[in-house]
Nanobody, 128 residues
């Protein structure tokens, strides 16, 4: 059974930084994709970034390009989202999600419906 556990959320002032972690377990295949999503109150869940485990290829939503960096430590099965220059509009619950590598390599890589496995989420609050 695939399990994902996020950590690292918190309260930060605008312009600050946070690093989120997602530890994955239970994969039965070597090549898979991890996506980071966020959901603000009253809004739909939106894709932020994703990474492919085998080659580290990445993708970012336009809203976070240049500020967020996704990375992985395959030895630890842990994936990170470094968030810099945070803005109040970055506030929300951040989730990591997982599915096959085909998902993050295709056009649905930032679509939440494309991912089967989800963590519990971690709250990020950016104050102005």
């Amino acid at each position: 059974e695939v399990q994902l556990v996020e950590s690292g959320g918190g309260l930060v002032q605008a312009g600050g930084s946070l690093r989120l972690s997602c530890t994955a377990s239970g994969f039965t295949f070597d090549d898979y994709g991890i996506g980071w999503f966020r959901q603000a109150p009253g809004k739909e869940r939106e894709g932020v970034s994703c990474i492919r485990s085998s080659d580290g290829s990445t993708s970012y939503a336009d809203s976070v390009k240049g500020r967020f960096t996704i990375s992985s430590d395959n030895a630890k099965n842990t994936f990170y989202l470094q968030m810099n220059s945070l803005k109040p509009e970055d506030t929300g619950v951040y989730y990591c999600a997982a599915d096959s590598a085909d998902v993050v390599a295709g056009p649905l890589r930032h679509q939440s419906a494309a991912y089967d496995y989800w963590g519990q989420g971690t709250q990020v609050t950016v104050s102005s």
